[in-house]
């Protein structure tokens, strides 16, 4: 069973940044697909950047030039970096592990935008 638990949410002002970690448990972390993905309230859970095995990244278009994706095999960890933060980007952030059969989700973390 693998456990992933995110942390660095906070509140931020507009135009501010933060970031967030995820770190999931499993010798074979390096090779899951790791995500991000945000729910705001009365709103469906939304992908928000995934990276691949190799390193390979994709992200939604409302966050490209804003928001990187990163990962250290070695600490088990990947990380968001959101920059230039907007109201709009308040949500619940949740991490999602996936080897080749299942997904594994993260309780998720709290990024609130306001000023």
């Known amino acids: 069973q693998v456990q992933v638990v995110e942390s660095g949410g906070g509140l931020v002002q507009p135009g501010g940044s933060l970031r967030l970690s995820c770190a999931a448990t499993?010798?074979?972390?390096?090779?899951?697909?790791m995500s991000w993905y945000r729910q705001a309230p009365g709103k469906e859970r939304d992908l928000v950047a995934v990276?691949?095995?190799?390193?390979?990244?994709k992200y939604a278009e409302s966050v490209k030039g804003r928001f990187t994706i990163s990962r250290d095999n070695a600490k088990n960890t990947v990380y968001l970096q959101m920059n230039s933060l907007k109201a709009e980007d308040t949500a619940v952030y949740y991490c999602?592990?996936?080897?080749?059969?299942?997904?594994?989700w993260g309780q998720g973390t709290q990024v609130t935008v306001s000023s």
């Open positions: 990276i691949t095995s190799p390193g390979g990244t």
């Open positions: 999602k592990a996936r080897d080749l059969w299942t997904n594994y």
């Open positions: 499993g010798s074979a972390f390096s090779r899951y697909t």
